[in-house]
């Protein structure tokens, strides 16, 4: 088991990073009604701490934080990285997904996490809660057709009424090369820090 991450009150983060990360700020969610957006934070010092950070028994925490230039170059290029402690949630869901698959899962770059200053963030995405994750792949199969992602997509609801997916298509609300798996607007607090 990995050491436990440093948490973060994001109240308490620089001025700059306060600006790019919103904690708790209000924001109007996918589902057109307001949500508060992440406070707590895991603290990562470095990309080889990311990777040696086991979330689950199959999915380290740089699976789920990996983005590209499109992210603001103070989240992007220096440290630490703050990252919304309920991806510890959505890593475990992932991994009773690989499980109900017999496959591992491979995660979109952008896929997991974002900040809400991501160029690719629409507002109220649940990619600023570190609750969703693009899989572009499981297994040998790419999930770049109606039937691959149709198959998984059911394979994923079928874990609990809080599990969510995009069906496939090419409309709004829908994917074409990725299945979009998502667990709502989950935050996590951890025991020893004061929400006041």
């Known amino acids: 088991m990995s050491p436990p991450l440093e948490i973060a009150d994001g ?29 707590f ?3 990562v010092e470095s990309w080889q701490q990311a990777r040696d950070t086991r979330l689950t028994a199959h999915f380290t925490l740089s699976e789920l934080m990996s983005v590209d230039c499109r992210e603001a170059p103070l989240l992007l290029r220096e440290f630490p990285h703050y990252v919304p402690c309920a991806v510890s949630i ?25 900040s809400p200053a991501h160029r690719f963030s629409a507002p109220g995405s649940l990619h600023l ?3 969703a994750a693009d899989l ?6 790419l999930l770049d057709d ?9 394979l994923a609801a079928a874990i609990g009424q809080e599990v969510r997916v995009k069906p496939s298509g090419h409309g709004p609300g829908e994917t074409d090369d990725h299945l979009h798996f998502d667990l709502g607007y989950v935050t996590l607090a951890s025991r020893s820090l004061d929400e006041t």
């Open 11 to 39: 109240l308490q983060l620089s001025d700059a990073h306060r600006a790019l990360l919103r904690p708790g700020e209000l924001v109007t969610g996918t589902d057109g009604h307001a949500h508060r957006l992440p406070r």
């Open 41 to 43: 934070f895991y603290v």
């Open 90 to 114: 959505l890593a475990r869901y992932l991994e009773e997904f690989r499980e109900r698959a017999g496959a591992p899962v491979m995660v979109a770059v952008n896929g997991g996490y974002r």
């Open 129 to 131: 809660w570190a609750t």
């Open 136 to 141: 572009y792949r499981v297994g040998d199969t």
């Open 146 to 154: 109606a039937k691959s992602i149709d198959r998984y997509a059911r």
